[in-house]
């Protein structure tokens, strides 16, 4: 579609009748709230309405020397990776309860969008986290699954002050409780790119922050199947959604990547990428065409599907603001997803498990060594294969 947000425009005017819940007694999740389907629909569509929503984009400054101004038809899995982010950084710095409105100026709000734009300087832009895919050993335009964007914007993380959060990264289907909280309170190095011993041509050194909880986005990688899920993982799956530590799930559909916010009985609430709009600029959200460019940064009727047709590559991502909320988060696992289930999602110990290599799964990184990544190359730390957890755009 790529007539300037004709969706949107469609919707608003009325014209179309929207199939996004369903008039249904079963409980209705959005990453971790719970909504009857009859009484709250329109607090159902204005929580969804909320979220930012990330879509190819064209005529945007080009990647690189790539000659790429648009990310159509290879960007999905990116957009996605976008989004998941975003809510993160909107429950930490707004709160999981903020609602956006076609009026919001929120200085937060517009800061965290920024971060997201298609400019060069964007911290999560598409420029940079196509870029920064090239130590992923993808180069630019091609298609990423969900385990190549989260080790992306692990990096990327690293020069995100204002948020100073930490993304782990869960491989082999195991959450190691002790080293993400040594992580999450190791001393934290920032690197500014912007300083003036920098720009002086003298030599930057990081700057150390005491230890205290940094922010966690865990993100665990899941192969739920071969060609397609495998039942016996569906109610830990949406299970997963139940979780107010919930950033949802991204995955897709084959040849989608979609960005999984919720679920209804068996089906699966949705944001979708594939919506090709302009690329353009918020700034301070004072012009007209800038509030138009914002509501485009918002789907106003999610989308659904039956969660078996969901393409068996997924990966389940959280957000921890406080080590209490890890902590709960842990005995939720524990509790409704390891306990429960003959076959869990993934499973959750205290310690690293003594057969794993002690390279395995950036074990630098339980030891404080993530405070240098601004510094450094960004070498790739994992061992393990992004093939199965690929999705095309």
């Known amino acids: 579609m790529d007539m300037m947000f004709e969706a949107y425009l469609t919707q608003e005017a009325g014209h179309l009748d929207p199939d996004d819940i369903p008039h249904t007694k079963d409980p209705v999740w959005v990453l971790g709230k719970k909504y009857n389907a009859i009484r709250d629909l329109e607090t159902i569509r204005k929580d969804i309405r909320s979220k930012l929503w990330f879509t190819y984009r064209r005529g945007f400054v080009q990647i690189g020397d790539t000659g790429l101004t648009s990310d159509k038809g290879w960007g999905c899995m990116l957009r996605c990776g976008q989004m998941v982010l975003a809510q993160a950084l909107v429950c930490l710095h707004l709160g999981r309860d903020w609602c956006w409105t076609p009026d919001s100026r929120n200085k937060s709000y517009l800061q965290t969008l920024h971060m997201f734009e298609d400019r060069r300087a964007a911290t999560y832009s598409i420029h940079q986290i196509a870029l920064m895919g090239a130590s992923e050993g993808k180069e630019v335009g091609q298609w990423f699954g ?3 964007v989260a080790q992306v914007l692990k990096k990327l993380a690293v020069y995100d002050e204002w948020s100073s959060v930490v993304i782990h990264i869960a491989l082999d289907n195991t959450v190691i409780v002790n080293e993400i909280k040594q992580l999450c309170k190791s001393p934290s190095a920032h690197h500014n790119p912007n300083s003036s011993l920098q720009s002086s041509g003298e ?13 966690l986005v865990l993100v665990v990688p899941l192969r739920l199947g071969l060609s397609e899920i495998n039942p016996v993982y569906v109610q830990g799956l949406k299970t997963c959604f139940t979780f107010k530590q919930s950033l ?3 995955g897709g559909k084959p040849n989608h990547a979609l960005y999984f916010i919720g679920c209804v009985g068996d089906e699966v609430i949705y944001l ?5 709009q302009p690329a353009g600029f918020v700034e301070e959200k004072e012009q007209e065409h800038e509030e138009v460019f914002d509501s485009s940064y918002h789907c106003q009727y999610a989308s659904r599907m039956h969660i078996l047709h969901m393409d068996p590559s997924v990966a389940a991502c959280f957000f921890c603001n406080t080590e209490d909320e890890f902590d709960s988060l842990c005995q939720l696992i524990q509790k409704r997803l390891v306990h429960p ?4 999602l993934f499973e959750l110990c205290n310690e690293r498990p003594r057969h794993w290599s002690p390279l395995e799964d950036g074990a630098e990184e339980a030891l404080g060594a993530t405070a240098f990544l601004a510094n450094e190359d960004f070498e790739r730390q994992f061992d393990d294969s992004d093939e199965e957890f690929e999705l095309l755009g």
């Open 146 to 148: 969900p385990n190549t």
């Open 203 to 215: 030599e930057s050194f990081p700057r150390f922050v005491k230890g205290r909880w940094k922010p």
């Open 248 to 250: 949802g799930v991204i």
């Open 272 to 276: 979708d990428p594939h919506t090709t």
């Open 341 to 344: 289930e003959k076959q869990p």
